[in-house]
């Protein structure tokens, strides 16, 4: 399968500051990969050399063959770009923006629309109304529409779920798999670990350094002791229990339990004993499988700090 993204041996500083180090991946032509990390793991910093926007300290960005650098004038007519931050005008109503995209681009917004329908049909109601008055999840339509507008063959979509409502994440996410059977190769940053399941594949990264790369299927495979979901009402003491005892490992509170791992002597019933011990008679000890964030904290372990 041919490429549509390959970056060799990036690194990129800040003054001293080192966002990201040794940073190599590719990613295939129609393929929705994912870059999953918390803030700070420099997934914003690649995301703007990926679009052209910074030239990275070392190393080489090519997207459809074109070089980041060399080549940004051809690339920008091909890469449609939405950045983490709303970055539209927001004293211009929807339909101003939208015309001005379509402008900037020699295109226009009938020319392209059957693209854009699914997701500029929710705005359109409101295409008289300023940028700046849209909700969160208008906004966030917006901005797709307007780095769509010139049918990309790539879109760089840097965090465009934060802050918004559980529902429009999950409407937004719909809209990507209906792009990419367009044929559009999308590229997107999140903090949020369940959708990274969304993804074809996935990157992890902390510290500006790639954790693992594989589909989110055999990321979650790559997990690498049994893992156990600890329950008690009191969550709180139960957490302060499990740090206490010596066969529980790497207690992490996940909604209504805590996750753990056990030493090679210990076992679920030997964990309920020492918890019942502890006063804290009931809890349970149930083996899950792990997600993709529990694979995460593994790696993030195995780092040195």
Same mark, same amino acid.
């Given at each position: 399968?041919? &490429?549509? !993204?390959?970056?060799?041996?990036i690194t990129? $500083?800040y003054?001293?500051?080192?966002a990201?180090?040794?940073?190599s991946?590719s990613v295939?032509?129609?393929?929705?990969f994912?870059?999953i990390?918390?803030d700070?793991a420099?997934k914003?910093?690649?995301? $703007? /050399?990926?679009?052209?926007?910074?030239?990275?300290?070392?190393?080489?960005?090519?997207?459809?063959?074109l070089?980041?650098?060399?080549?940004?004038?051809d690339? $920008?007519?091909?890469?449609g770009?939405?950045?983490?931050?709303? @970055?539209?005008?927001?004293?211009l109503?929807?339909?101003?923006?939208i015309?001005?995209?379509?402008?900037i681009?020699?295109?226009s917004?009938?020319e392209?629309?059957?693209?854009i329908?699914?997701?500029?049909?929710?705005?359109?109601?409101?295409?008289?109304?300023?940028?700046?008055?849209?909700?969160?999840?208008?906004?966030?339509? *917006?901005?797709?529409?307007?780095?769509?507008?010139?049918?990309?063959d790539?879109?760089?979509?840097?965090?465009?779920t934060?802050?918004?409502?559980?529902?429009?994440?999950?409407?937004?996410?719909e809209m990507?798999?209906?792009?990419?059977k367009e044929g559009i190769?999308?590229?997107?940053?999140?903090?949020?670990?369940?959708?990274?399941? $969304?993804?074809?594949? !996935?990157?992890?990264?902390q510290s500006?350094?790639?954790?693992? !790369?594989?589909?989110?299927?055999?990321?979650?495979?790559s997990y690498?002791?049994?893992?156990?979901?600890?329950?008690?009402?009191?969550?709180?003491?139960?957490?302060?229990?499990l740090?206490?005892?010596?066969?529980? *490992?790497?207690?992490?509170?996940?909604g209504?339990?805590?996750?753990?791992?056990?030493? &090679?002597?210990?076992?679920?019933? /030997?964990l309920? @004993?020492s918890?019942?011990?502890?006063?804290?008679a009931?809890?349970?000890?149930?083996? !899950?499988?792990p997600?993709?964030?529990?694979?995460f904290?593994? *790696?993030?372990?195995?780092?040195?700090?």
């Open positions: 399968m041919s &490429k549509a !993204i390959e970056a060799y041996n990129h $500083r003054g001293k500051i080192t990201l180090e040794d940073f991946f295939d032509t129609n393929e929705l994912g870059f990390g918390h700070g420099g914003t910093t690649l995301f $703007r /050399i990926a679009a052209t926007l910074i030239i990275p300290s070392e190393g080489k960005v090519t997207l459809l063959g070089d980041t650098v060399k080549d940004y004038r690339l $920008r007519c091909r890469i770009y939405m950045p983490g931050r709303f @970055s539209l005008y927001q004293d109503t929807v339909q101003e923006n015309n001005f995209y379509a402008t681009f020699g295109t917004l009938s392209n629309y059957n693209l329908e699914p997701i500029y049909k929710q705005i359109e109601p409101f295409k008289k109304r300023l940028a700046g008055k849209l909700s969160g999840g208008m906004k966030q339509k *917006l901005a797709l529409s307007c780095a769509l507008i010139h049918k990309p790539i879109l760089i979509l840097d965090e465009p934060t802050g918004v409502d559980a529902v429009s994440r999950v409407e937004f996410w990507l798999a209906g792009l990419k190769t999308i590229i997107v940053s999140t903090p949020y670990m369940d959708e990274a399941l $969304r993804c074809d594949r !996935i990157a992890l990264i500006g350094k790639m954790l693992g !790369i594989d589909t989110p299927g055999n990321i979650r495979k690498s002791r049994k893992l156990y979901a600890v329950k008690h009402p009191d969550k709180y003491k139960l957490l302060l229990a740090r206490s005892i010596p066969c529980a *490992l790497s207690p992490e509170p996940f209504d339990s805590i996750h753990v791992t056990l030493t &090679k002597e210990g076992t679920p019933q /030997i309920e @004993s918890l019942a011990a502890a006063g804290l009931g809890a349970t000890v149930e083996e !899950i499988v997600g993709i964030e529990d694979v904290l593994e *790696l993030m372990q195995r780092e040195p700090r």
